[in-house]
């Protein structure tokens, strides 16, 4: 069964504290993993998408990576409008379907 | 400015009642997707429709309804056989051509039921 799998589910830094949030996959076929940015009573924003392992992207403060079994969403230095739930998202061989992970909520206090 | 638009943005609902959901894109994107959201769990897909006059179920599409007579529009219908409707609804759309693209999404429809 494709699945996966978010950790931690709530997550709180300091600002200027780095860590990294994990998504792990299981699935068949996997022919992209996607990162979003959501924020309370709002749509998810995209932020990146990984379609091989190895695959490594950049944008600001984060960074985003992809391995074989699971994917790491690193922040560095972050700041607190970097506060958000962030979403994992893969998408399995020909279902045009994404699989959901349930989120990390992020909060970064000053 | 392309985009996805959701409305309303709050809809309040009586049992037994059936309302429907809007939602329009100018992106000119042939796949459009229909989700819900509770409190601590992920997006689960209630229908998606991939060209125009055709769309699937997705996982809990039971007490749902859709139609996409338009590329640009893909309403939701929450009929009175959904048994616990009161959620956060989110459609999103993305290209289908060559490869895996992203879905992007719209501001989201808050639904409560009375």
């Known amino acids: 069964e494709d699945q996966v799998t978010q950790s931690p589910e709530a997550l709180r830094l300091q600002e200027g504290e780095s860590s990294s949030l994990n998504c792990s996959y299981t699935v068949s076929g996997l022919r992209g993993l996607f990162w979003y940015r959501q924020d309370p009573g709002k749509g998810p924003e995209f932020l990146f998408t990984?379609?091989?392992a190895g695959e490594e992207k950049e944008k600001e403060r984060l960074k985003a990576t992809l391995t074989k079994k699971e994917s790491f969403l690193h922040i560095t230095a972050p700041k607190p409008e970097d506060s958000a739930t962030y979403l994992c998202?893969?998408?399995?061989?020909?279902?045009?379907?994404?699989?959901f992970g349930q989120g990390t909520t992020l909060q970064v206090k000053p | 400015d392309g985009g996805i638009t959701q409305s309303p943005k709050y809809l309040f609902r009586k049992e037994g009642q059936n309302v429907t959901l809007s939602c329009e894109q100018n992106?000119?994107?042939?796949?459009m997707y229909w989700y819900r959201q509770d409190p601590g769990q992920g997006l689960r897909l209630i229908y998606y429709s991939q060209i125009v006059n055709d769309f699937q179920k997705g996982d809990i599409a039971e007490g749902y309804s859709v139609s996409r007579e338009k590329k640009e529009s893909f309403p939701l219908t929450v009929t009175s056989a959904q048994k616990n409707p009161t959620a956060f609804y989110l459609c999103?759309?993305?290209?289908?051509?060559?490869?895996?693209?992203?879905?992007?999404f719209g501001p989201g429809t808050r639904l409560t039921v009375l």
């Open positions: 990984l379609y091989s």
């Open positions: 998202a893969v998408g399995p061989s020909n279902t045009g379907k994404l699989i």
């Open positions: 999103a759309s993305r290209t289908s051509g060559g490869g895996w693209n992203e879905q992007f």
């Open positions: 992106l000119n994107h042939d796949a």
